[in-house]
């Protein structure tokens, strides 16, 4: 059977007991289905050949036509922040706990794995958000996010003051211990702990979510992801403020300065067995019960 896809990068976290196994199991599979296989460098010397081929994860973007990764959401957000400037095809193996991002079961992949390798699959394109900090008109910092962006004091349980504007429109003065801006692939992930809606991969959109307001009236709000998020933090804040992007990327944020949010040029082309289907992923996940008949 010919191959769709003929070099193929293997991810994964390295020290991580039950994902090395993961890993070199998918190896020795992917060997015996005569691909090029490439191995992340930082997991090199967990694998088990003495002719390994390794690269960084950017030259693997480079080189992979599909990139593999083994672990939970939080792995697939890292390498996904890298690959989605490459245009490699992405697939998760979930070796954490909820698994949102990564469909192939580390316990039987390899029928499964088969098929995508040989074209049998469905395509996702995921946007992801920019973020830059500015202070007097220089940007001071800036960085990308597959989840969401959030603007919080870098103290626990500390209310910020910041104004919001959407392409250049003011939308709202508010007082609250920050704000998160999702993407939908982030709509089930800390936006969803917020009380944000979830919202489908397919639509265009991004949502802002305001953690713990001082005011009732505070909602969150859905607009078109083509807009340009402005947020201007108010000189009056008596903290130390940041941005962090996916729970992972921190960004310091100082009183007066202007975060922009929009979003990123390139997107993520996250792939998925035939049989998937986003909703029975979100009624697993989420444990909303089996369909009555």
């Known amino acids: 059977m010919d191959k769709h896809f003929k070099t193929i990068g293997l991810i994964g976290k390295a020290n991580h007991e039950e994902t090395m196994q993961t890993v070199n199991e998918l190896y020795q599979f992917l060997i015996n289905e005569e691909v090029i296989v490439i191995v992340d460098e930082q997991i090199e010397e967990y694998v088990s050949d003495s002719q390994i081929e390794s690269a960084s994860l950017v030259d693997l973007g480079k080189r992979c036509d599909l990139a593999i990764v083994v672990g939970g959401d939080g792995n697939m957000l890292g390498a996904a922040r890298v690959l989605s400037r490459f245009d490699v095809a992405v697939i998760g193996v979930n070796r954490g706990n909820l698994g949102f991002l990564t469909d192939l079961d580390p316990e039987n992949f390899k029928s499964t794995l088969k098929s995508v390798i040989a074209g049998e699959f469905k395509t996702e394109m995921r946007f992801l958000l920019d973020v830059s900090v500015h202070r007097h008109q220089t940007v001071k910092a800036s960085n990308s996010a597959v989840n969401e962006v959030v603007l919080h004091a870098d103290k626990i349980a500390h209310m910020i003051e910041f104004e919001a504007y959407i392409n250049n429109s003011f939308v709202f003065h508010q007082r609250s211990d920050g704000l998160i801006v999702s993407t939908p692939t982030g709509s089930t992930a800390y936006s969803l702990s917020g009380g944000g809606p979830i919202v489908h991969p397919d639509l265009n959109a991004i949502s802002l979510i305001p953690m713990f307001p001082h ?57 998925h067995p035939v049989a998937y289907d986003y909703y029975d992923v979100l009624r697993k996940k989420l444990n909303w019960g089996r369909q009555n008949y």
């Open 215 to 271: 005011t009732l009236s505070s909602r969150p709000l859905v607009v078109d992801a083509d807009s340009e998020v402005r947020i201007v933090v108010s000189n009056s804040n008596d903290a130390q403020l940041q941005i962090s992007c996916d729970s992972h990327i921190m960004l310091s944020v100082m009183p007066g300065d202007e975060v922009i949010i929009k979003k990123h040029p390139l997107g993520l082309r996250l792939i």
